[in-house]
């Protein structure tokens, strides 16, 4: 068992370039979410994904879009890369929506010049 | 906007010594969970507290939860340098589906 597992582990991009984080899970989970981690702050939820074939904002969804490609994996796609989008991104599942635990991932560190 | 707040933002003790967070949110819960964090890493879930339950144990692991107060805390009793990371809490409301993350601990452990 894998777990979560994200592709790439660290990415440099040019401001206007886009990208597409990979997030895949293993644990047969119906809930998956991507967060950003920014220095000396907590995770703030971009997007989640309650079961497959659905995708809702979170608190932070601007400039990003995402994909829930199957029930195992779920996408994050910055289309126009900025510097306000250097930081580091995870992403997790879960069992169900309310009340369970979520298993994350190593994180993505993405910095945009 | 962060729903939890840690306090401290930093602690350091010795070995064997037991560490204290606390955590504060501002609106009610269904439930409150503890992370770790080690340096570089993604998080691991510690503890779920559901908002009818006063206080959980896992291990030297110690969670209260003071619905009227709005609070949390954590204890780790007698911490080893590898309880060294950070420590979130993560509050998720009533009538929604998301966690919101606090600031977090940072707890170092000397040898």
């Known amino acids: 068992n894998a777990g979560v597992t994200q592709t790439p582990k660290f990415q440099v991009l040019k401001t206007g370039q886009s990208m597409t984080l990979q997030c895949a899970q293993d644990m047969n989970h119906n809930s998956m979410y991507w967060y950003r981690q920014d220095p000396g702050m907590g995770l703030r939820l971009i997007y989640y994904?309650?079961?497959?074939?659905?995708?809702d904002k979170g608190e932070v969804p601007n400039g990003y879009n995402v994909s829930r490609l199957n029930k195992r994996e779920f996408s994050l796609r910055l289309e126009s890369a900025a510097p306000s989008q250097t930081s580091v991104y995870f992403c997790a599942s879960s069992v169900g929506q309310f009340s369970y635990e979520q298993y994350f991932g190593p994180g993505t560190r993405l910095t945009v010049t | 906007s962060q729903q939890g707040e840690e306090d401290p933002q930093a602690l350091s003790i010795q070995e064997g010594e037991n560490a204290t967070m606390n955590c504060s949110y501002k609106t009610s819960i269904n439930n409150l969970q503890w992370y770790r964090q080690n340096s570089g890493r993604g998080l691991v879930h510690l503890i779920l507290?559901?908002?009818?339950?006063r206080e959980k144990h896992s291990g030297r692991l110690r969670v209260t939860l003071d619905t009227s107060k709005k609070s949390s805390s954590l204890l780790i009793t007698a911490s080893r340098a590898a309880d060294t990371a950070s420590y979130f809490c993560a509050t998720e409301g009533l009538n929604t589906d998301k966690l919101i993350f606090g600031t977090g601990t940072r707890l170092q452990v000397f040898p």
């Open positions: 994904s309650a079961s497959e074939g659905t995708t």
């Open positions: 507290i559901r908002s009818n339950e």
